[in-house]
């Protein structure tokens, strides 16, 4: 299990008075998590030295990867010329370790000529993770995918099969096969692969402004690129493909490359009815 070393959460934070600008930071400031800003309409925001694309009504989101350091700065240049700096403190996190036996070796140790294949998926993804799109269907808040036990959480150290490897980005929820995999919010699906070597059946949603969820592991997938989904409705079925001991889903949300927490990302972001089950299943 992992614990959060002290975990600051700041909602709703105004510009100091007397300032003419608007900017409020929704959203847990810790390690892997996502926060929604709002300003005014034409303001232009930096955040780690990169452009963030703020919508006509000045919402932008901003995230932080597992290993985000303890402090980030982000630039608010208003409409009229007039600047604002924002140190942020990110809480820092300390993660499990998760061990996984079991699994194919060559799902492990993958042979020469699983290389290229590899390399090809890589590409995929990464494009699919790039898309920067106006819309902001992330206002919808985020509902749970799938039902079912959380076997693995966000950024835990793994070792496969005795053998070290990379963190777990993902939140994964164990289900049978063919268990039904819901949008978690409105998007557009700009990613369908039936067998990626690691992934298997891959899924990539994409919610505006660089937000996307991954969806692995997959059985069986009931759209097609390009197509809208609303959130709530049956996209995939959870599946035991790639890199399995068992059936379940593996859902991740990324904002572009950063590797965000769904957990997180539900909790920041959640519509209503998700709140108590939230709090049940964060792990201690």
Do not use: C
Not at 140 to 147: C, E, L, N, Q, V
Not at 162 to 177: M, N, W
Not at 220 to 236: D, N, T, W
């Amino acid at each position: 299990m992992y614990r959060f070393a002290l975990i600051p959460v700041m909602f709703m934070i105004p510009v100091s008075a007397g300032m003419a600008g608007t900017l409020i930071l929704d959203g847990p400031m810790v390690q892997g998590g996502l926060v929604q800003g709002r300003t005014d309409a034409g303001t232009r925001i930096e955040f780690d030295g990169r452009a963030v694309r703020v919508s006509k009504e000045g919402i932008f989101l901003i995230g932080f990867g597992r290993d985000a350091p303890a402090e980030m700065r982000l630039l608010a240049t208003f409409p009229h010329g007039s600047r604002e700096w924002r140190v942020l403190k990110i809480a820092q996190r300390k993660y499990r370790i998760q061990r996984v036996n079991g699994l194919p070796p060559r799902k492990v140790t993958p042979r020469a000529e699983d290389l290229a294949r590899i390399r090809a998926d890589v590409v995929l993804l990464k494009n699919a993770r790039t898309r920067d799109d106006a819309r902001t269907d992330f206002l919808t808040g985020f509902k749970w995918p799938a039902s079912g036990r959380i076997t693995g959480v966000y950024g835990s150290q793994r070792f496969l099969n005795g053998k070290p490897g990379r963190p777990h980005y993902g939140l994964d929820i164990a289900a049978p096969v063919g268990a039904p995999v819901l949008a978690p919010a409105d998007g557009t699906v700009t990613l369908v692969h039936p067998d990626m070597f690691y992934s298997g059946g891959t899924l990539i949603v994409d919610h505006g402004q660089g937000l996307s969820s991954t969806f692995i592991h997959l059985n069986r997938i009931l759209v097609k690129e390009g197509a809208r989904v609303r959130q709530g409705e049956p996209i995939a079925e959870v599946g035991a493909t790639g890199r399995v001991n068992g059936p379940h889903l593996d859902w991740r949300i990324n904002l572009f490359k950063q590797r965000l927490d769904p957990q997180l990302v539900l909790e920041a972001m959640a519509a209503g009815e998700n709140s108590d089950k939230i709090q049940a299943t964060r792990y201690k």
